[in-house]
């Protein structure tokens, strides 16, 4: 079954520290995305890729980057975390007709 | 920025009744999708509505587009106990992909 699997699905970071969030899609989907949702709230666009080894900014990219190495993966990476970036971080993947699968989040408690 | 946003914060139903979820949006759009977020899961997609349809049906789902009012609706029809979620509408930044969230309809269904 077609499906998006992030990793880890909680993780607790100190503030300063690098964290990396992975994404994998069995979807053949060309274009993936990390959105990041607050408690109460909708989710904001953060990074997303339309093709391998090319990422975008969304609405809310300060202080991430992505990487996208394979049409399959497609990682989130905090350089230097921060309290502010606490969050559920959910990953998605769709083709061209708006198909949309997400995964199940990973949960960020940065101290 | 909020290119869609539902209407109400929240609302309950008691089971077996009808609900509607309304949604606005701010510019001419190529398509709008609903989802359901259930507590501690990612978002699902439910039902896709392009520009130039008025009214789409998945099970006891029924998504309706006003493209001259600039609005969308989701009605659920004899609610059950497990629709209990968030409800969100999402419309596309740029063509057919990158989708912009609202913050979402929460809706619990009473038994």
């Known amino acids: 079954e077609a499906a998006v699997t992030q990793s880890p699905r909680s993780k607790v970071a100190v503030t300063g520290g690098k964290v990396t969030l992975s994404c994998h899609q069995t979807?053949?989907?060309?274009?993936m995305y990390w959105y990041r949702q607050d408690t109460g709230h909708g989710l904001r666009l953060i990074h997303y890729?339309?093709?391998?080894?090319?990422?975008e900014k969304g609405d809310i990219p300060d202080g991430y980057k992505a990487s996208r190495p394979s049409q399959e993966n497609f990682s989130l990476i905090l350089e230097l975390a921060s309290l502010s970036q606490t969050a559920v971080y959910f990953c998605?993947?769709?083709?061209?007709?708006?198909?949309?699968?997400f995964g199940s989040g990973t949960r960020l408690l940065v101290i | 920025s909020q290119l869609a946003e539902e209407n109400l914060w929240a609302l309950s139903v008691h089971e077996g009744e009808s609900v509607t979820v309304n949604c606005s949006y701010k510019?001419?759009?190529?398509?709008l999708q609903w989802y359901r977020q259930k507590s501690g899961e990612g978002p699902a997609q439910l039902i896709l509505?392009?520009?130039?349809?008025r009214e789409k049906r998945n099970g006891r789902l029924r998504a309706t587009l006003d493209t001259s009012s600039q609005s969308s609706s989701l009605s659920i029809t004899a609610t059950r106990c497990e629709d209990t979620a968030v409800y969100f509408c999402?419309?596309?930044?740029?063509?057919?992909?990158?989708?912009?969230f609202g913050a979402g309809t929460r809706l619990k269904v009473i038994a």
């Open positions: 509505i392009r520009s130039n349809e």
């Open positions: 999402a419309t596309p930044l740029t063509g057919n992909y990158k989708y912009v």
């Open positions: 510019t001419s759009i190529t398509a």
């Open positions: 998605a993947s769709s083709d061209r007709n708006s198909d949309y699968t």
């Open positions: 979807n053949n989907h060309d274009y």
């Open positions: 890729s339309y093709v391998a080894d090319s990422t």
